[in-house]
C-alpha cells in the first residue's frame, strides 16, 4: 500500500534526520538520533520533559546547530539548502515567538511573506490572496485591524499560526501549539491544524504535552526518552500501558476513545491505585493487578 | 468542521480494523496487542490510513466555496484598504514630520534677529555667496548649527531605534548602553590628558565609543549576543566610563573646563561645517544601510526562532544593525556629545505615530525634530535660554525613562 499523499516526485519522507546530534552549548540533548516524517501526515512527538522532543524540532528547522548528523528536507540536506529556499518549504512556530508592541494582526500576518519577496518587492495581489487564505483558514479575518497585544490567548494563536501559514509552506512544525491555552482553546487549534492537512494537505509535525490530544488527532507519533526515539508509528502502536510506562514511569490504563476509538490513556497515579481509595477499581478495565 | 474531522476519524478506524485487528476496539486485557516494538515501529505506508479519503486536496477554501468566495473576496478588499491606510499613515506622518523640521531650520537661522543682515541676503549668505557679517552670522554660525541638530539628531533617533529594535528593549540605546559615555571619555581623555596629540577630539570620541561597544560586546557573549546581559553590562560600564570623565575634570586645567563641558552635557553650540560633513556622510552610510537590514530587522522583530523559520540570518543581521548603530551613536556624539535620551525616545514616538512598520525609518526625523526643536528652545526660549542642548533634551527624556522603568513591559520594543 502506497501513500497517496506524498505525490511521486517526492520521497516518501518529507523530513528526515539522520544520526542527529544537537544540544546547548556543550551538552547533547540529542544524540545520533534518526527518524523520519511521513509527508501529509500529522506527526505528534511526545515524551517526559527534557527528553529531547522539542531539541529535535528545533534541530529539523535549522533552529538548532547541529553538533553531528543531518537533516534532510524533501531529500537535500537542509545546510546546503539556501536559508530562505528552506522558508519557503518548512515553516516553524516557535513557542514563544514575540510580537512587536502595538502591531496589528494585519501587519503581523502580512511578516509571514517575507521569504516570498524579492528584496524591493512591494505586496502583490498574490500575497494578499495568500494572507486572505490564512486570515479565512484561522478565522481571524475580523481581528485585521486590531493590535495584537489586545488579544486573548486563543486568538493570539490563532494569528500566530495565520503567520505560519502565510509563510505557505507544504511543512509546517509547531513547538506546544496549545500550552498556556485554555482547553476550549486547545481543541480549536487542533481541529485547524487537522483542517489545514485535511484540506491543504499540509504536513504538520509538533511537539505536545497531552498524549489524549495526540492520538486524537495525529495520524503518526513518536515517543521519545533521553534523546531517544522509543517508539513510532500510529497512535494505536505507540499510546499503550507498556510504551506510557517505559517513556513516562508512568502506570495508565489505555482506552479507546468513544467516538474515534482512538487510544486514550487514563493515568493511574499512587493514590487511584491505593487500597483505601474509593475508586470503583472492579470496574476498570485493564487494570494492572 | 468538527462532524468531518470525527467520521474521517471513524473511517480510519474502520480501515484499520480490517488490517490489523488493533487492540483499541474494547482496550479489555485479553485483547491488549503485543508490545509494540521498541524502535520505529511500521513502514509509514501501513500506518493510520490518510486523513482524506480522496487524496490531498490542494484549494484551502475547497471545502465551503459558496461560504468563502464572497468572503474571500470582501476580506481581500478590507485587506487592501488597510495595508493601504497604514502606507497613508506613515507617508502622512514623515511630511508632516518633514515640515516641522523644515519651519524648525528657517526658525533656528531666523530667530535671533538679524542685525545689520539686509532680509534679501539671508538665503545668498546661508548658500555661502555673502561676504562680511551676513557670511559670517548666518553661513559661518546659525546654518551649520542648525544643520548639526538635525543631522546629530537624525543619528540619534535612527542608532536607538536600531538598538531597541535588535535588542528587543525599549532601554537598550546607545546613550543607556553607555556608548555615548563611552566617546565621551574618549574626547576628555584627549582633551585633558594628550593635549598635544593631533588626534583630535571627535576621533578620539569615536575611537571610546567603539572600545566600548567592543567591551560591552566581549562581556555579555554567550555564544551570541546575550541582549539582556548587554543591558546589564552596558549601564555598568556607563558608569564607570562618566566616574573616570568626572575624574578628568579634577585634573583639567581651567581653560579646557569649557571645551570638557560639551562632552558631558552635549551641545550644537559652535559646531562647524566639517561637522556637518561628518554627521552627512554618517547619517548616509547608516541610513543605507539600515535601509538595506530594514526588512531582515521586521522579521527580527518576531525573535530568534521565528526571524529564523523566515529564512532570516539572525546573528549576521543582528551584529551589522548594532555596528550600525554604535557608528551613528559615535558619530553624532563626536560633533555634538552626548545630547542625552534622544535615542531613547525617538523610537517609541515613531511607533506611537505610524505603528511599529516603518518605526526605524520614520525615528530618522522625530530625533531630528527634537534636537532642532530642543535646540531652538535653547537658544530663544524665555526663561530658559541660553543653556546646552543637551540640558533641554534630558529634561523631556529622563521622566519618560523613568515612566519606562516602572512600567517596564515585556513587549514594548519599537
Sequence with gaps: MTDP????????????????????????????????????????????????????????ARLLPL?????????????????????????????????????TVGD???????PHRRFGQRRTAAD???????????????????????????????????VALAQDTPTLLLDEPTTYLDVAHQIEVMDL????????????????????????????????RDGRVVCQGPPEQVLTEETVAEVFGLTCVVVPHPYTGRPQIFPLGRRTLAPTSSAPRTLIPGEPS | MTDKTIKTDEADQADKADGAGQAAETGGADARPAPPPYSVCPAPGDAAAPTTPGG??????????????????????????????????????????????????????????????????????????????????????????????????????????????????????PDIVGISAGASAGATTVLVLLPALPLGTPLAAVAGAFLLVGAIHALSWRGGVDTYRLVLVGI????????????????????TLAAMMRWTIGSVNGADWAGVTTLAWGLAVCGAGTALLSRRLDCLALGDEFAT?????????????????????????????????????????????????????LAVPVGAVIVLGADVLAQHAPLVSPVPTGVLTALLGAPYFVWLLLRRRQEATP
Design chain 2, 56 to 173: 490531498p486536496a490542494t484549494d484551502p477554501t475547497r471545502a465551503e466555496p459558496d461560504a468563502t468566495g464572497p468572503a474571500r473576496a470582501e476580506l481581500l478588499g478590507r485587506l487592501r484598504r488597510t495595508y493601504r491606510a497604514r502606507s497613508r499613515r506613515v507617508t502622512l506622518t514623515a511630511v508632516v514630520l518633514g515640515l516641522l523640521l523644515a519651519g524648525l531650520l528657517v526658525a533656528s537661522v531666523l530667530l535671533g534677529g538679524l542685525r545689520r543682515i539686509e532680509p534679501g541676503d539671508v538665503l545668498p549668505a546661508a548658500l555661502g555667496l555673502r561676504d562680511g557679517v551676513a557670511d559670517y552670522t548666518i553661513h559661518r554660525i546659525r546654518v551649520p548649527r542648525a544643520l548639526a541638530a538635525l543631522l546629530a539628531g537624525a543619528l540619534f533617533g535612527l542608532s536607538g531605534a536600531l538598538y531597541q529594535r535588535v535588542v528587543r528593549n525599549p532601554l537598550a540605546t
Design chain 2, 236 to 255: 555598568g560600564l556607563s558608569a564607570v566610563c562618566s566616574a573616570y570623565t568626572n575624574y578628568l575634570f579634577t585634573l583639567a586645567e581651567e581653560h
Design chain 2, 309 to 361: 523559520g523566515l529564512g532570516t540570518p539572525v546573528g549576521l543581521t543582528r551584529t551589522t544593525a548594532l555596528l550600525l548603530g554604535a557608528a551613528g551613536a559615535a558619530l553624532a556624539t563626536s560633533v555634538v556629545g552626548p545630547v542625552g535620551f534622544v535615542s531613547l525616545i525617538s523610537g517609541p514616538i515613531a511607533v506611537r505615530l505610524a505603528g511599529p512598520s516603518r518605526a526605524v525609518a
Design chain 1, 67 to 103: 553538533a553531528a548528523g543531518s537533516v534532510l528536507l524533501e531529500g537535500a540536506d537542509i545546510r546546503s539548502l539556501p536559508t530562505r529556499q528552506v522558508a519557503r518549504r518548512l515553516g516553524i512556530l516557535p513557542q514563544s515567538p514575540i510580537a512587536p508592541e502595538s502591531i
Design chain 1, 193 to 224: 491544524l487537522a483542517e489545514l492537512n485535511e484540506q491543504a494537505g499540509k504536513t504538520i509535525v509538533l511537539v505536545s504535552h497531552d498524549l489524549n490530544q495526540a492520538a486524537l488527532y495525529a495520524s503518526d507519533m513518536i515517543a521519545m
Design chain 1, 108 to 114: 503581523l500576518v502580512w511578516r509571514g511573506r517575507h
Design chain 1, 128 to 162: 494578499e490572496t495568500v494572507i486572505a487564505d490564512a486570515l479565512l483558514a484561522t478565522g481571524t479575518a475580523e481581528l485585521v485591524d486590531r493590535p495584537v497585544d489586545q488579544l486573548s490567548g486563543g486568538q493570539r494563536q490563532r494569528v500566530w499560526i495565520a
Design chain 1, 5 to 60: 499523499h506524498s505525490p511521486g516526485r517526492h520521497p516518501a519522507h518529507r523530513l528526515e534526520a539522520r544520526a542527529v546530534s544537537a544540544g546547548y552549548g556543550s551538552s547533547l540533548i540529542i544524540d545520533g538520533l534518526s527518524v523520519g516524517i511521513a509527508a501529509g501526515r500529522i506527526t505528534a512527538l511526545v515524551g517526559p520533559n527534557a527528553c529531547g522532543k522539542s531539541t529535535l524540532l528545533k534541530s529539523v
